[in-house]
């Protein structure tokens, strides 16, 4: 099975994992609280034009060819892919989609402050594309809103399976395997991402944390 991290049979996770959900999942791992403040006004003053000073406005960020859309009905979260970090899973990422592999298929493990899963068109989180592509080093650590691929606990056993990580503390459990190549990582629409990982799920068949309700991912698009 396409899991983040080696297997525990009782959780369907590893044991690392197990340990680290079983500590936070009882109250269904609230998202870690962020204390937020701003620094308080100390002066007001008149807003200046760029062009007043002479200066050229800088150009907003345009998206480039790493750049790609997951769409589903909760909004569009858009990914920064990392060819830098992981070149053979990017461009895997990009083969697949440019296919539409990955219009209509589920996220099929959704667990709260840690990660959630999806990209195996069976649903079940054992399907790949019908091939498998060599490991590639992780480089960078595991944070929040990093895209990274699933995989077995088997060298080389990725396919079309990726996980988002929700939360910074999931990182020192995923560092410990640190088989998962990172392939990019979320920089619009983590809004998105934590509404679908607040979906209810249930044990089905041998898994846990199989959402309730299917949450699709409608298209995954470059422009």
Not at 121 to 132: A, I, L, M, Q, S
Request: hydrophobic content about 40%; aromatic content about 6%; overall charge neutral.
């Amino acid at each position: 099975m396409h899991h983040v991290a080696h297997m525990s049979t009782s959780t369907g996770w590893p044991d690392a994992c197990a340990e680290y959900l079983t500590a936070r999942h009882p109250d269904q791992l609230a998202a870690l609280p962020v204390v937020q403040g701003e620094a308080p006004a100390r002066f007001t003053l008149a807003p200046l034009s760029v062009a007043a000073l002479g200066f050229a406005a800088p150009a907003s960020a345009a998206p480039d060819q790493n750049t790609v859309y997951l769409d589903t009905k909760d909004g569009r979260i858009t990914i920064q892919l990392r060819p830098d970090l992981a070149p053979k899973h990017v461009q895997q990422l990009k083969t697949l989609t440019k296919r539409g592999f990955y219009n209509g298929v589920i996220f099929n493990r959704l667990v709260p402050g840690f990660v959630i899963q999806g990209g195996d068109r069976t649903g079940t989180g054992t399907g790949d594309p019908g091939y498998k592509i060599q490991d590639e080093p992780v480089t960078t650590p595991y944070k929040r809103g990093t895209v990274a691929m699933a995989r077995t606990s088997a060298p080389n056993s990725q396919g079309s399976q990726f996980f988002i990580v929700l939360d910074d503390a999931a990182g020192p459990v995923l560092e410990q395997a640190r088989t998962y190549a990172i392939l990019g990582e979320v920089v619009e629409g983590m809004d998105v991402v934590d509404a679908i990982a607040k979906v209810k799920t249930a044990r089905k068949g041998f898994h846990d944390d199989v959402p309730k309700e299917s949450v699709v991912i409608e298209k995954i698009i470059r422009i």
